[in-house]
């Protein structure tokens, strides 16, 4: 199966998130036609809730069973459970309080208040995932890791030159010390971010189109973290015109810059 990874340009970040949602709502019925069910892993950050807002706010978002969709976050920052700055508060508030989801299907990492360690609750996630493994692997079969890339090119909470961008063996970290606040964080581990059908990465603005343009040069994965994202199927960066500016001409889907949000659909 080939595996490919390009940049698809948007014009700005409301067309941005518009395209990621049509797209999103457009693949996944099919996901769940074909599987019974749809397992997608969510970012923080400013694009990853725009992305979720956009989905919330589209006349397709009912044609989504979403109770057939396992939710799983990519990382967590750790804070207390209702922190607006948690990721899986700010995806509720985005788009999980206002469709059908089945709370059985929705894993948030535990809080910081929840009278475990950091250590703890990275391994308590990782043995979720292991309880969802599809056969007797160590986490579900992913279909759209959702992502956002930081100006250093981190993703998740996965940065630059830290031991948690080199981790193969653990699927989730406890990271401490983080450049980006909170200090404290959970992470899915890179194997396990890779380990999905599709990753979309969504990127916005001008003080990303350093890492973007590394990323698809083909930077070190230790340097860049974003370089070192590769789904089994697709990579996708969906990204807008000033976080473009740096990537080379032949990497950017020709089909598909400046495209409004009606573009054609990929399946
Ligand atoms: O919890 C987080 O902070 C993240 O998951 C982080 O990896 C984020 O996605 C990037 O920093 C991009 O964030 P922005 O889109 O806000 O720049």
Known sequence: ?????????????????KA?????LSKVPHI??????????????????????AINGSPKRDAVDWSLVNFWWGDERWLPA?????????ARKALLDHVSVDAARVHPYAASDAGVSLDDAAEAYSQELANHAAR????PNFDIVFLGVGPDGHIASLFPEREGIRETERTVIAVRNSPKPPN?????????????????????GSDKASALGLTLAGASYNEVPAA??????????FVDSDAAAQVPDSLIDPGEFW?????????
Do not use: C
């Not at 990621?20 to 999103?24: E, G, I, L, P, S």
């Not at 209702?82 to 700010?90: A, F, H, S």
């Not at 495209?259 to 399946?267: F, I, L, N, R, V």
């Open 32 to 53: 769940i036609a074909e599987f019974d069910e749809a397992t997608v892993v969510l970012t923080g950050g400013t694009m990853g809730q725009a992305v979720l807002e």
């Open 82 to 90: 209702g922190d607006p700055e948690r990721n899986d508060v700010q």
């Open 228 to 237: 070192g994202l590769e789904g089994r199927r697709k990579t996708l960066f």
């Open 1 to 17: 199966m080939s595996n490919e990874r390009r940049a698809i340009v948007h014009s700005t970040k409301p067309e941005l998130a």
């Open 20 to 24: 990621v949602a049509k797209r999103f």
């Open 184 to 204: 404290e964080r959970l992470s899915l581990t890179l194997r396990v971010i890779n380990s999905s059908v599709r990753i979309w990465a969504v990127v916005a």
């Open 136 to 139: 007797s692997g160590k986490y």
């Open 259 to 267: 495209t409004s949000a009606d573009s054609t659909d990929e399946h």
